[in-house]
């Protein structure tokens, strides 16, 4: 389920960019509410930051180990690795305007 997508762009100048947005989608299997999170995340994504995206699947029923390392507690569980700061958002994402607060593309209220 990963997107093919580059996580650096080189610039003019030659630098390398952080012009992408990392993702990790934390998931128990392929439930009914991981399916439609990835779904969920997928579609906002296409909508909101579309070819300036990766989203890395993790099944904690396969790796349950890598749930330590982002401090996972429920699943789903959406990480924004890239840019910073980190921030998690945790449910299956139907709530389009809580995920985008929770990435900071919307203003809070």
Same mark, same amino acid.
């Given at each position: 389920?990963?997107?093919?997508?580059?996580?650096? #762009?080189?610039?003019?100048?030659?630098?390398?960019?952080?012009?992408?947005?990392? /993702?990790?989608?934390?998931?128990?299997?392929?439930?009914?509410?991981?399916?439609?999170?990835? =779904?969920? #995340?997928?579609?906002?994504? &296409?909508?909101?930051?579309?070819?300036?995206?990766?989203? &890395?699947?993790?099944? #904690?029923?396969?790796?349950?180990? /890598?749930?330590?390392?982002?401090?996972?507690?429920?699943?789903?569980?959406?990480?924004?690795k890239l840019p910073p700061p980190i921030s998690k958002?945790?449910?299956?994402?139907?709530?389009? &305007?809580?995920?985008?607060?929770?990435? =900071? #593309?919307?203003?809070?209220?």
């Amino acid at each position: 389920m990963k997107n093919p997508q580059n996580e650096f #762009l080189e610039k003019e100048d030659g630098e390398l960019e952080t012009d992408s947005w990392k /993702l990790r989608l934390y998931v128990a299997g392929q439930t009914p509410k991981s399916i439609k999170a990835f =779904d969920n #995340l997928k579609r906002i994504c &296409e909508e909101h930051l579309a070819g300036q995206y990766t989203i &890395e699947v993790v099944d #904690l029923t396969v790796n349950p180990q /890598l749930a330590k390392g982002d401090q996972i507690l429920a699943l789903p569980t959406l990480v924004r690795k890239l840019p910073p700061p980190i921030s998690k958002i945790i449910g299956d994402l139907s709530n389009t &305007e809580r995920v985008l607060v929770g990435l =900071d #593309l919307l203003p809070g209220k």
